[in-house]
């Protein structure tokens, strides 16, 4: 006997919100925290409590973004990818208020390195790769955190990045002649502090491992802590014995005489060339590249960083299985469900009455009023469509329009029995 399955095709309706993942809001917030510290925090020292500073510093973009990659992918279906509500066109405008508030809040030329412009960018460079398959995306994740890197350094002699500077940030002010535009380009893709050559492999890596897990299984976070923390291990211990036990300390201190005469009588002459542009290589030598210190962009830092995202996004997977961990933890996973609003604030914070605030105190201050206040808007507006936060509502108020227009109708096929879609639906990737 057989039974031929009927297709049922529902008329389109606002897609319902399923329950959000806690243990990826926590991990976001904890990157948020992590920018934090970066920022405002005790300058990292190898000592004490200054290691805490050190985990954060360098890190704390790259894991955020590899979170995002991941939170992309569930929001298209996880595994099982599906289009998202409003498609392409709500994909442009968000990413647009999100370029033209990074740029907002750049335009006073003090403050923190906004990353929100370039966050817009690696966005609408990600829709098409929503829609490939696993095997394909896995593979240009691999490829990406090597050839990204690669390619970022390759092209550097070529847009004047040879020597020196790069680490900068695009601003409005660049947009005012054709030289600006062409310089703010180059800071978008190649040379600024976040560019697209060697940050948007961290989101292809989020949406491969968004793939690749079930995020409801205790194996898939287990796997997750195991692999992030071998990858780590793989990136960073690779670069440390290439330089400090293959000679390749000696080799930057050569190239440093070579073309950065200027460090050559610093206490550390590789430290001051990569500070004295945000901790980027230079195109100088090719052994810049056996690096893997904080925001070096380069394969090993990449695949380092990267693997402790996937391990922190695997831990807190795991702490949020338990009701209880799940409850104690529940301030910071409200920090992570507004953490466009939390880092906008910040920015303006410290480019206005907190500029120049450093240490311990402005650290513990930052982030307690952050997640106390994150708590008390949830509190505050729960059950209205503001809970969300206040630009994170804002952004879902202006797509909805693009989103209710553009929503096809769903089209399920059940088999012996009623047909149940099961999704996960963190809601769209917050900006950080």
């Known amino acids: 006997m057989t039974q031929t399955a009927t297709a049922t095709v529902l008329p389109a309706t606002r897609p ?56 992309l992918a569930l929001a298209h279906g996880g595994r099982r990818p599906r289009p998202a509500a409003g498609g392409f066109r709500a994909v442009a405008l968000r990413c647009a208020v999100l370029a033209a508030l990074g740029l907002a809040l750049t335009a006073p030329g003090r403050g923190v390195f906004v990353i929100l412009t370039f966050y817009a960018v690696y966005f609408l460079a990600a829709e098409p790769f929503t829609r490939l398959r696993t095997a394909p995306l896995a593979a240009l994740a691999a490829g990406g955190v090597v050839a990204g890197p690669l390619l970022s350094y390759v092209l550097g002699p070529f847009t004047g990045h040879f020597a020196a500077g790069r680490g900068g940030i695009p601003r409005p002010q660049d947009l005012t002649s054709g030289s600006g535009v062409l310089d703010f380009l180059d800071k978008l893709l190649i040379s600024g502090a976040y560019p697209f050559l060697t940050y948007f492999p961290y989101v292809v890596v989020g949406l491969a491992l968004g793939r690749l897990v079930d995020v409801h299984l205790r194996r898939s976070a287990v796997r997750l802590v195991l692999w992030g923390a071998s990858t780590a291990v793989v990136g960073y211990g690779t670069s440390w014995l290439a330089v400090e036990h293959g000679g390749g300390r000696r080799a930057l201190l050569a190239a440093v005489a070579r073309h950065h005469a200027w460090a050559t009588d610093r206490a550390d002459p590789v430290r001051s060339v990569l500070g004295s542009q945000y901790g980027a290589i230079p195109s100088s030598d090719w052994h810049w590249l056996l690096l893997s210190g904080p925001y070096s962009q380069t394969p090993f830092e990449t695949l380092g960083n990267a693997g402790v995202g996937a391990a922190l996004i695997g831990l807190c997977l795991l702490a949020c299985r338990s009701r209880r961990t799940t409850a104690l933890l529940n301030p910071f996973a409200v920090l992570g469900t507004m953490a466009l609003s939390v880092y906008t604030l910040h920015a303006l914070a410290l480019a206005t009455f907190a500029s120049g605030a450093r240490g311990w105190g402005p650290l513990l201050w930052f982030s307690a009023v952050s997640v106390a206040g994150c708590w008390a808007w949830q509190r505050c507006f729960a059950g209205t469509a503001l809970r969300y936060g206040p630009l994170e509502s804002g952004l879902r108020a202006l797509t909805r329009t693009t989103t209710t227009a553009t929503a096809p109708g769903r089209t399920t096929t059940p088999s012996a029995g009623t047909a149940t879609e099961t999704t996960v639906r963190p809601g769209p990737p917050p900006a950080p």
């Open 16 to 71: 319902v919100p399923a329950p959000r993942l806690p243990g990826v809001d926590v991990a976001r917030a904890l990157a948020v925290l992590a920018m934090f510290a970066a920022h405002v925090g005790p300058y990292a020292e190898p000592s004490g409590a200054g290691y805490l500073m050190i985990a954060a510093d360098g890190r704390a973009p790259a894991v955020f973004t590899l979170i995002a990659g991941f939170s």
